[in-house]
């Protein structure tokens, strides 16, 4: 498993050639015809996942019911060393699901199943088709519920989750998916089915579900996640503050958590967000004329959140707050996130298409940092709306713009960059909780250097020495980053390339 | 890096005819000759750590004093292909410090700088010889403080508790260490030095850093160490609650944490710790009579505090606890912790040996192991002390004997065995906090399947290829486990047990 066999280094051309009728037979013969997906119609719908700038069909779509069926597929592409990923619900934003040219791609939709409720410890397991929100529906009624929530947790899946290391607006408090996964059962990228992790958290030996936590299915596939649950608030509330300007608002930020308080979840939206959520879902929550408002969840006991909530009003009043508004009753706080969930989606009225981005700051820099971006804004000459977890400096810059405007995409691409590397200016990073995948893979070098991102390959090829499992993801390549400003730095990488630039 | 060189290959017959005197000329070429000690007589010292009933000299002992010096002594010990292994402080319990013959010690002794305190991110960067208790001590003057607290916290190293993935009383609410280590500065088994992780949480990329802490020395040495430091809470209680069974204890940790009350730390010290405690301290707090006392911090806000220990007490009296007293101010407090910080060293008053376990059990299953070790304890005829981290279900069972009489260790070490397998039968652990080292490897087939445990194998092949690093360590072999009831399982890593048995 360790070293490269050379005899099955692979090519485009080699792929391009290949006869997939008698592969496409084994995949039946595994999971059925009907759980094979060959033709071109059926695959468009395969064809992109949330990020829908990049677009490329698979070779052909298998959807596997169990581990052992997960773990047969793989095995057949081991055997003809084809390159092959899984998708969840395809809501990822940095491609980590998008197919390759000539790849089998592994679907989850039909490992739906929750597989375990123990509620005495605390612990749910789950097949990774399984939807993020249904985890906390199977507790709710008992009075817990799984913390990270992104704002599609709707229709995310559990298994895209764990392959990105998804956030949300409830991990400033309880942090991001990796905090919430005990454990995992594993298809390797050979086949081979191991466990990693367990039913508790003190598990003995390297942490491997630590590093399969965000590896974008660059490990292999979870098709077991075992799954940590909290205990629900006894109350929580949730305040409304509309502020004259950003920086007041991120002041605020810098206050709360100053003063010792970690709220459930707080939030930045500026005027360009707060009017895109108002003309598209009319909430009358969010104040239209504010530059900024800030939602802030504090939940605990009820003594300790009516006391912190009190304070939290008073430091948001200090920091220039013009209004303060809490909601303390179930409807009232789900209407004052709902705009915020939409946020993204309500930005359609704004402009034909939008550019997301995901970076993260140092909680103190962000008054420098929303005046750069300012200065960014102007300098492209498009407008960027702002939607963030602020609490844990995690920035969602939203750039709009007209795609079919030719060469727009590149410039707002090229946007999108200066601010990514505004933020690793600032002691920050390219990514906050969208991934890498096949969108920031070249901004890699701006935050390791050659030996740090080769330290990463070598244990990706300890893992998968054929470089099978979703290859081209997370690393710059010379030949996906072309000559771009890190050139240099990825082209020293270079004897570590001969697997990972394969495909 | 990746495949093995099998011309490297190495035994203990080569190291045995080893010129050690030109490998020593390097060392000293590169520390300086005082700090390289080679006599039988100064190397008595570091022939064992905690863990005392094993003992091995090494071959030479080196003290560096930067990365740079460590990453060089490195070099030397690859390219001779030399064992070597760390130690900090050697308090560790398990014997990751135990030296190897023909090894080399490299002592972090020298390296004890705090390079670096940025209050306003809540980071500090230490050297890895840095005391636990000294980065608190650097930043409780601005109201931060470190959150893992080893009972060994006034002199382990932070090298030694990111090697181990220690823990503390704090760890029930705040998590173990590898909860607050954001980056690492690693010389790699090769001499190469990198960066894993940062000085923010949301690193993209693997997660190299969480899967570095708890490995032990197996996977490189740790030269500078990222923490993050929290903010002091406003208040602290701590309550003494003192029952007349264990049972009842334990029913209460159940009751506190299903009201969703989550206190900073909730030990349990059995009669006979009580006793030795107090022979030994005579703190006057703990009632000799007691069969068990239940130490609980609540930390927060003032109103929070209150109200939770008042909560707190109720649930304490409503399970059967004859009295509850609550400590508010600081001297009142210590004095209450003091004795369960002194717990271990105390049963020296009982007996002339004590083998310390370190396993870990679902909360819920608490009565029953109890009893199955009270059990255990009558059938071996050893008494066994309990002291525990009850709020996470962790035990410390002591088991007090007479090492000066022959065979006697031989029975503790199975008395301790069975504790272990009760532990993992329960769905528990092998260790909670004082990882496997030399000490457990043996019972790793015991949580872990062969293909899983080759899983991690493969990750340590993949950073040290030679098997240089701390061998022996961790990982079970056909020769350290001998025929051990799991030798089966150990046996069908064979494949892998060329690198990790060559020592």
Redesign the interface.
Known sequence: ????DKQQANSQDRLKSIDWQPIVRQFEAIVGAKNVVRTREELLAYECDGLTSYKQQPAVVVLPRTTEEVSEIVKVCDRFALPFLARGSGTGLSGGALPLENSVLIVTALMKRILKVDL??QRVVVQPGVINNWVTQAVSGAGFYYAPDPSSQIICSVGGNVAENSGGVHCLKYG?T??HVLGLKLV?PDG?????G???????????T??F???EGTLGIATEITLRIL????SIHVLLADFENVEAAGATVSGVIGA??IPGGMEIMDNMSINAVEDTLATGCYPRDAAAILLIEID??E??VA??AKRVESICLQNGARNVTTATEVEQRLKLWKGRKAAFAAMGKLSPDYYVQDG?I???KLPYVLKEMEALSQKYGYPIANVFHAG???LHPLILYNNSIPGALEKVEALGSEILKLCVRV???????H??GAD?RCY?PE???P??????I??????D?KGIANPTK?FPTPRTCGEAANSQAIHQLDSQFKQIERF
Chains 1, 2 share one sequence.
């Open positions: 498993m360790i070293a490269l005495e410890n991001v990796t905090n390797l081979a089915i191991v466990d990693v367990g039913e508790i958290a003190e598990m003995p030996g390297y942490d491997l630590g590093i936590v965000g590896s205990k629900a608030a006894e010792g308080i605990g006991s003594l300790e006391e912190n993260v140092p909680r103190t844990d400096g995690n002691g920050g990073s390219i990514s906050g909780e991934g890498i920031k890699m935050m390791f250097s030996s740090d991102l080769e330290t990463m070598w244990v990706r090829s300890c893992f020495p997370i």
